[in-house]
């Protein structure tokens, strides 16, 4: 068992990271440089607050865009189960980013991986166009993250 690192704070450096999406294409955080990335981390694939999470991203998708900020969301299910899960949901522009092997990679870069459940906390972490975490929030498990809080927060920067 490895020892859980704190979750990634304001000011703390993303680091680089490669993972697959729903397309099997690669995202890396560093070709993202020079706009703000939200990385919206959920749990699982095919539970209602995932989607509802994941929808929220598709539908403010402009928003978004109008802010200088890209989302994906990532969770530790695989390409196949994530191309499933976007057709099913009708995502056809937000990035579901695989992390799933190395398992749970990626949220543990962050502080995020619940190692005795085998996913990540429900999360959004932002960084900034030079590579550092601006917002982290973790949020219950059984809920979806407040979209608004995100956008807001972004209006103000």
């Not at 969301?73 to 980013?97: E, M």
């Not at 900034?128 to 601006?134: C, E, G, L, M, Y």
């Amino acid at each position: 068992m490895q020892p859980q690192i704190r979750m990634s704070r304001p000011g703390d450096p993303a680091g680089n990271f490669s993972l697959k999406d729903q397309h099997n294409e690669t995202f890396s955080l560093l070709e993202h440089a020079e706009t703000r990335v939200l990385l919206s981390f959920h749990p699982l694939a095919w539970t209602d607050y995932c989607a509802q999470q994941m929808l929220s991203l598709e539908e403010n998708r402009d928003t978004f865009a109008s802010l200088e900020t890209y989302c994906v969301g990532i969770s530790v299910d695989s390409f196949l189960c994530k191309k499933a899960w976007a057709a099913s949901l009708g995502i056809r522009h937000t990035r579901l980013l695989c992390d799933f092997w190395p398992h749970g990679q990626v949220a543990m870069q962050f502080g995020i991986f619940r190692e005795a459940n085998g996913f990540s906390e429900r999360a959004n972490i932002i960084v900034d166009a030079d590579q550092n975490v601006i917002f982290s929030k973790v949020y219950p498990v059984h809920s979806v993250p407040d979209i608004h809080e995100i956008i807001s927060f972004l209006k103000m920067r």
